[in-house]
């Protein structure tokens, strides 16, 4: 039961254009949607988030958009830079106990020059 | 300013060996997880520590045993390593009193298991 998807494996875009990468979720429980960055041989680092009762989170060239009734997130990054080069993950959050965070899949973003 | 420390980085195992994941934090932070990634499945939650004391199983748990040392140390167990234990590891601390879902994360371990 894939409650986090990111359906696209990977994604290529020129420097200087927009990214967007997306992810969809079907547990109307997450409470806060969450973005991470990996780059090879390093662990994930917190890139942006976004609390379930917005519709949108800007932090630089990062925006977080979230469309709760489609269940449906999105982060752009614009103008992209080669140091995006990077996979994504989104990680919606869940209070259970405890807080736990549930991965997506991930996107592999690459930046052509 | 070390964060979370994993050890060791690499490991290589045959079937049936055993072996302990070691993880510290030093941002006082009260919460620590492991994760395993594995191609395609993104990040799975093995076990977690709400607090020092406490630790429950995620999503993944069969295999693996954790002790929850102290508030820093936060230990992953492999009893009887298997080939579909071959995965990277990651250790990640939070603060349950500041950003929902904001984890500090390990630079991981990589496993194989032969």
């Known amino acids: 039961d894939q409650q986090v998807k990111q359906n696209s494996p990977s994604l290529s875009v020129q420097e200087g254009r927009i990214s967007i990468l997306n992810c969809d979720y079907t547990n109307s429980m997450f409470d806060y949607f969450l973005w991470y960055k990996k780059y090879p041989a390093e662990g994930p680092t917190f890139l942006i988030s976004i609390s379930s009762i917005k519709d949108k989170n800007e932090d630089g060239r990062f925006t977080v958009f979230l469309n709760k009734s489609a269940k449906h997130l999105s982060l752009h990054i614009v103008p992209s830079q080669p140091g995006d080069s990077a996979v994504y993950f989104c990680a919606p959050h869940l209070i259970q106990g405890a807080q736990k965070l549930v991965f997506g899949q991930g996107t592999r973003l690459t930046i052509n020059p | 300013n070390a964060g979370v420390t994993q050890t060791p980085k690499f490991q290589v195992l045959k079937t049936g060996q055993s072996m302990t994941l070691q993880c510290a934090q030093d941002m006082n932070h009260n919460s620590m997880y492991w994760y395993r990634q594995d191609p395609g499945m993104g990040l799975r939650l093995i076990y977690y520590s709400a607090s020092e004391g406490t630790t429950d199983k995620g999503e993944v748990p069969n295999g693996y045993n954790v002790s929850r040392l102290n508030k820093r140390e936060f230990s992953l167990r492999l009893e009887s390593a298997a080939p579909s234990q071959t995965s990277v590891y990651f250790c990640?601390?939070?603060?349950?009193?500041?950003?929902?879902?904001?984890?500090?994360f390990g630079s991981g371990t990589q496993l194989s298991v032969l």
């Open positions: 990640a601390s939070s603060d349950a009193g500041t950003q929902a879902g904001k984890l500090f």
